[in-house]
């Protein structure tokens, strides 16, 4: 059975600097051998929930103001339709034609260059509550048995607000909210997670939800939670990285 993933994809740029996080995500899909991946990611908000349908989805460049070499990377990995059908029953969910948002497309396409894994994105529904969320990726689960990959996108911290030129130190702030998540994720703390509003330093590290919101996916779609990796970009960005198996 595969883990689910939690995923910390940080700035864009992470598809092209070899940041310890780049690395970690290009050995990590070295381990992975998955049929098919289901992701949610912060750059697809909704408020009724939605599938892509794609067969072959568009790479977006849903980002500004960063080199060209940047636009010019593309994703081409497949859709399934027919997961997504099943899918959209399963979660009462709307089909729509959508392409590869950068929480989609930077993290896979280090995770499985040949981009020969089909891929379908699943949106990340804001007005649900976190225990909607989590019961959200309970859904998800059985999929796992299947030998799909269930991936939340989002970032452990994102303040952009208080970003800090690459490879300035993590302030206190930022990692004391890190470090909080890794003890309730190592505690299987899954009620201090739900209510992780309530955690030292939470607000301003996440000044708006999306962001977080993915691990609430994950940690419903898996068992007991495991860091894989942690590191920062930019003084303010943990690229923590969660399995849930």
Avoid at 34 to 61: C, F, G
Avoid at 154 to 172: A, D, I, K
Wanted: overall charge negative; glycine content about 8%.
């Amino acid at each position: 059975m595969l883990p689910s993933l939690f995923i910390s994809h940080g700035s864009p740029m992470l598809a092209l600097n070899p940041t310890s996080a780049h690395r970690f995500l290009r050995e990590l899909g070295q381990t992975l051998t998955p049929k098919a991946v289901v992701v949610v990611s912060a750059h697809w908000e909704s408020v009724k929930l939605k599938v892509s349908s794609d067969a072959w989805p568009d790479t977006i460049h849903d980002f500004g103001n960063f080199p060209r070499e940047l636009f010019e990377c593309r994703y081409p990995a497949p859709g399934e339709p027919a997961l997504a059908k099943r899918l959209s029953s399963l979660l009462d969910a709307d089909l729509v034609e959508r392409g590869f948002d950068h929480g989609a497309w930077v993290p896979l396409s280090l995770m499985f260059p040949k981009a020969d894994v089909p891929v379908v994105s699943v949106s990340l529904p804001i007005r649900w509550s976190n225990e909607e969320l989590v019961a959200f990726g309970e859904k998800l689960a059985p999929l796992r048995d299947e030998g799909i990959l269930i991936v939340g996108s989002g970032s452990l911290t994102h303040n952009l607000y208080e970003t800090m030129p690459m490879g300035s130190r993590m302030p206190g702030w930022v990692g004391e909210f890190a470090d909080w998540v890794s003890d309730r994720v190592e505690q299987d703390d899954r009620q201090a997670l739900i209510e992780w509003e309530k955690a030292p330093q939470a607000s301003r590290n996440h000044p708006t939800p999306e962001h977080f919101q993915p691990l609430l996916v994950a940690m419903g779609a898996g068992g007991e939670g495991h860091k894989l990796h942690h590191s920062c970009e930019h003084g303010v960005l943990a690229m923590d990285v969660y399995a849930f198996a």
